[in-house]
C-alpha cells in the first residue's frame, strides 16, 4: 500500500506564511508527478501547485509568487510555502502523488487526507 502524510496548517493571521509538507510511504518504486489541490466548503477541489520528478513546476494563478512547491525526491516528499496568505486562500490542502508500485507496470494517484489552512483575523 502507498501512504501519504500531511503535516503542517492551522490558523493564520492575513499576510503571515504557512508551510505544508506530504511524506509518501509504502511499496514505491518511483513517483512521477507530485502536488497540492485544495477545497473550500461549497466549492471543487482546484489545483495548487504541481511540481515533476524534474522539477518542472506550475501554479495556479493566484498564488503565483505567493506559494513556492517544492520536493525532495529522496524521502518521498512534497512542500509548499505559502507566503502573504489572504482569507480566500482558506481551504482544505490535499497532497497527490502519481505512484508506480512494486510489481506495477502504470502509475497511480494517492491522496492525502487532506490539512485544514485557515487565514483569518
Known amino acids: 500500500q502507498v501512504q501519504l502524510v500531511e503535516s503542517g496548517g492551522g490558523w493564520v493571521q492575513p499576510g503571515g506564511s504557512q508551510s505544508l509538507s506530504c511524506a509518501a510511504s509504502?511499496?514505491?518504486?518511483?513517483?512521477?508527478?507530485m502536488g497540492w489541490y485544495r477545497q473550500a466548503p461549497g466549492k471543487q477541489r482546484d489545483m495548487v501547485a504541481i511540481?515533476?520528478?524534474?522539477?518542472?513546476?506550475s501554479y495556479k494563478d493566484s498564488v503565483k509568487g505567493r506559494f513556492t512547491i517544492s520536493r525532495d525526491n529522496a524521502k518521498n516528499t512534497v512542500y509548499l510555502q505559502m507566503n502573504s496568505l489572504k482569507p480566500e486562500d482558506t481551504s482544505v490542502y490535499y497532497c497527490?502523488?502519481?505512484?508506480?508500485?512494486?510489481?506495477?507496470?502504470?502509475?497511480?494517484?494517492?491522496w492525502g487526507p487532506g490539512t485544514q489552512v485557515t487565514v483569518s483575523s
Open positions: 497527490y502523488a502519481d505512484v508506480r508500485k512494486a510489481y506495477v507496470f502504470s502509475y497511480c494517484r494517492y
Open positions: 509504502g511499496s514505491i518504486v518511483s513517483i512521477t508527478d
Open positions: 511540481i515533476t520528478s524534474g522539477g518542472y513546476t
